[in-house]
């Protein structure tokens, strides 16, 4: 199994663009989370969704933040405008809750500056 | 809402030393992992202890659940230059739903 697969890698981005991260989760996992992890804040949780609907957003920070999951193999999280304290690393993770495997799997995260 | 303090922050150790993390929560403990993460990487899945008085063992990494199922702690026996990264405790709370709340996370250095 390839894992968790996240794109891009690095982001660099001048403050009120837009930016876009993406994440392919494990096949077969149908809850899929999105943190962040900064130094002063450790690692927070943004939103996760369970088959495709989200679940709870309250850790989204504002509405320049939104994220997606248009089908079981893909979901978005956009930023629009981008902010220099948006600068940070994304993790996507997935799991599944059948047959008592609750592990979260965790991408190799989408590093994010913005100048 | 459920908090995780992880002592301490950093740790240097000699290689062949044996080293504790502890991660104690503020709320009862429904499921705790601990993870690995590496400069520029993910977090690797290592342990899961859901029962109070659990410990698990992965080659020379063993964690244990207390019985009030508040704090946990990760010992690393005859500690090796391959172990070095950070350690994050996560943990299921009554209130996270399958979100997980994590700790800040050790630092762990080991010198040859």
């Known amino acids: 199994d390839a894992g968790v697969i996240q794109s891009p890698r690095h982001e660099v981005t001048e403050m009120g663009q837009e930016v876009t991260l993406r994440c392919k989760p494990i096949s077969g996992h149908d809850y899929l989370f999105w943190y962040r992890q900064t130094m002063m804040r450790g690692l927070e949780l943004l939103i996760y969704f369970n088959n495709n609907v989200p679940i709870d957003d309250s850790g989204m920070p504002e509405d320049r933040f939104s994220a997606k999951m248009p089908n079981a193999s893909f979901s978005t999280l956009k930023i629009q405008p981008s902010e220099p304290r948006d600068s940070a690393v994304y993790f996507c993770?997935?799991?599944?809750?059948?047959?008592?495997?609750?592990?979260?799997?965790f991408g190799p995260g989408t590093r994010l500056l913005v100048l | 809402s459920q908090e995780l303090e992880q002592s301490p922050q950093s740790l240097i150790v000699q290689e062949g030393k044996n080293l504790t993390i502890n991660c104690t929560s503020s709320k009862t403990l429904y499921g705790l992992y601990w993870y690995k993460q590496k400069y520029g990487e993910g977090l690797i899945f290592l342990m899961m202890l859901q029962k109070g008085g659990e410990e698990k063992s992965h080659e020379k990494i063993t964690a244990k659940l207390d019985e009030k199922k508040q704090q946990s702690s990760l010992h690393i026996t005859a500690s090796q230059p391959s172990h070095a990264g950070i350690y994050l405790c996560g943990a299921d709370g009554v209130d996270s739903g399958y979100a997980l709340n994590f700790g800040k996370g050790t630092s762990l250095l080991v010198t040859p």
């Open positions: 993770a997935s799991s599944s809750r059948t047959g008592g495997e609750e592990t979260q799997y």
